[in-house]
T-cell receptor, first 115, second 111 residues
Framework: EAGVVQSPRYKIIEKKQPVAFWCNPI?????LYWYLQNLGQGPELLIR????????DSQLPKDRFSAERLKGVDSTLKIQPAELGDSAVYLC?????????????FGPGTRLTVL | SQQGEEDPQALSIQEGENATMNCSYK?????LQWYRQNSGRGLVHLIL?????REKHSGRLRVTLDTSKKSSSLLITASRAADTASYFC???????????FGSGTRLQVQP
């Protein structure tokens, strides 16, 4: 069974540029999460989707960050414009559903460097 | 914001020795989990212990949970060089249905 797929694995951009990250969860997993991991820290939740609905986006900085999961499968996280402080690893995770939220499977992450 | 704090922040041991990492948290939890992260890789789930459990084993891993002290420990016995990684505890919040991670312990196992 394929795991959570993320692309790109690495991205280097200049500040003020836009950037997008893509995630394909494990097949059949209805719940999808985006986490932000700063260097030397644990991941922090940005947004959680149940199917195509964003049910928890309280930690998403909505002035520059946006996310979508249009068909309830793949998801895209976008930053526009990027700032130096956005340099971090962006992790996507999925779980079977709301009742199995505590069993999360993580992708390899996208490492973003903003110059 | 980080819920848990791991202790120590870094640990260096010799192959064959045991490694113990501790995690403290602040609020009531439904469960506590431990994850491993190799450099440049994603998180790998190691073990989950529920709030009504006190101890759990999985292979060379032993996890304890003391809800009265809001703390947990992860013991890795007979460590191997391949155990070198960062280890994170994560607490489960039933209300938010989300995991809150600590800042991690960086374990180095010297061959």
């Amino acid at each position: 069974e394929a795991g959570v797929v993320q692309s790109p694995r690495y991205k280097i951009i200049e500040k003020k540029q836009p950037v997008a990250f893509w995630c394909n969860p494990i097949s059949g997993h209805n719940t999808l999460y985006w986490y932000l991991q700063n260097l030397g820290q644990g991941p922090e939740l940005l947004i959680r989707y149940e199917n195509e609905e964003a049910v928890d986006d309280s930690q998403l900085p909505k002035d520059r960050f946006s996310a979508e999961r249009l068909k309830g499968v793949d998801s895209t996280l976008k930053i526009q414009p990027a700032e130096l402080g956005d340099s971090a690893v962006y992790l996507c995770a999925s779980s079977l559903g709301a009742d199995r939220w505590d069993e999360q499977f993580f992708g390899p992450g996208t490492r973003l460097t903003v110059l | 914001s980080q819920q848990g704090e791991e202790d120590p922040q870094a640990l260096s041991i010799q192959e064959g020795e045991n490694a113990t990492m501790n995690c403290s948290y602040k609020t009531s939890i439904n469960n506590l989990q431990w994850y491993r992260q190799n450099s440049g890789r994603g998180l790998v789930h190691l073990i989950l212990i529920r709030s009504n459990e006190r101890e759990k084993h999985s292979g060379r891993l032993r996890v304890t949970l003391d809800t009265s002290k809001k703390s947990s420990s992860l013991l890795i016995t007979a460590s191997r060089a391949a155990d070198t990684a960062s280890y994170f505890c994560a607490t489960g919040d039933t209300g938010r249905r989300a995991l809150t991670f600590g800042s991690g312990t960086r374990l180095q196992v010297q061959p």
